[in-house]
């Protein structure tokens, strides 16, 4: 990560609301190029909501959404894909009926600058992702065939397959077990090595601590902290917030 560099995203002051229960309050923060950023919090902090503020699912009440300097908060969701914004959802749903290999090239077709615009090309793109994720082998299975790992490695690819920029990643380790989210850890940091800004959500603190390069702290949809995993999680407000009942 270079510290100089400009911010890849941006949020100002962003707040969503949804039928008068404040989700997201006031919350800023900026993501470079090649960083990673670890969101924490407890469930119901609003993360998920962040993610799908940035991604263009929804859009905020107040505020902005900066991609390299420009305001994109008001441009839809493929509009953000097509500019770089990829990201995994927390429910997986691959697309039923359908190989594993033509799940990953649809993202291929719509991603960055438009995507490729044929068939062939995407199927070859969709096939790098796979090998990236370790689901080559898997490429003419059907994805809804997959068990949980297997999905999980499934949302990245897909998303990779996009050719992103920035990469959102919405519990992509949750479920799996301690030498799977070593796998996927060492995904997200080969991801980071090409220059893509990453933002994750994860509940294994220690994963996410060795992941990181920042941590940022949700509770009650407020931003509580941000920066260095070890400061952040000594902070006695997220201790209070968020780790106090599991060192209780």
């Not at 190989?99 to 960055?112: E, K």
């Not at 793109?125 to 898997?138: H, Y």
């Not at 920066?227 to 780790?243: K, M």
Request: aromatic share 4%; glycine share 12%; net charge positive.
């Amino acid at each position: 990560m270079n510290a100089a560099a400009a911010p890849l995203l941006e949020l100002r002051h962003v707040t969503q609301r949804f039928s008068g229960l404040v989700a997201v309050s006031d919350v800023g923060f900026t993501l470079a190029p090649g960083e990673i950023l670890g969101l924490i919090g407890p469930n119901g902090a609003g993360k998920t909501t962040l993610i799908n503020l940035i991604s263009g699912t929804i859009r905020p009440i107040e505020g902005e959404v900066l991609l390299d300097g420009k305001n994109i908060t008001r441009l839809p969701a493929f509009r953000r894909a097509r500019l770089g914004i990829g990201r995994t959802f927390q429910i997986m749903q691959p697309f039923p009926g359908l190989s594993v290999l033509d799940n990953v090239a649809i993202g291929a077709l719509f991603g960055h600058g438009g995507g490729q615009s044929q068939l062939g090309k995407a199927r070859e793109q969709a096939r790098q992702s796979l090998e990236f994720v370790g689901l080559g082998k898997f490429a003419d299975q059907r994805a809804d065939e997959l068990g949980g790992p297997g999905r999980k490695r499934l949302e990245l690819a897909k998303a990779l397959a996009m050719k992103p920029r920035l990469l959102l990643c919405d519990e992509v380790m949750a479920g799996l077990n301690h030498v799977e989210i070593e796998e996927v850890i060492a995904v997200i940091r080969k991801v980071r090595e090409q220059g893509i800004g990453i933002l994750v959500i994860e509940h294994v603190i220690k994963a996410i601590r060795s992941l990181s390069d920042r941590l940022l702290v949700l509770h009650h949809g407020q931003k509580i902290a941000d920066g260095t995993p070890g400061a952040v999680l000594a902070d006695p407000a997220v201790v209070q917030a968020y780790l106090g009942k599991k060192r209780a």
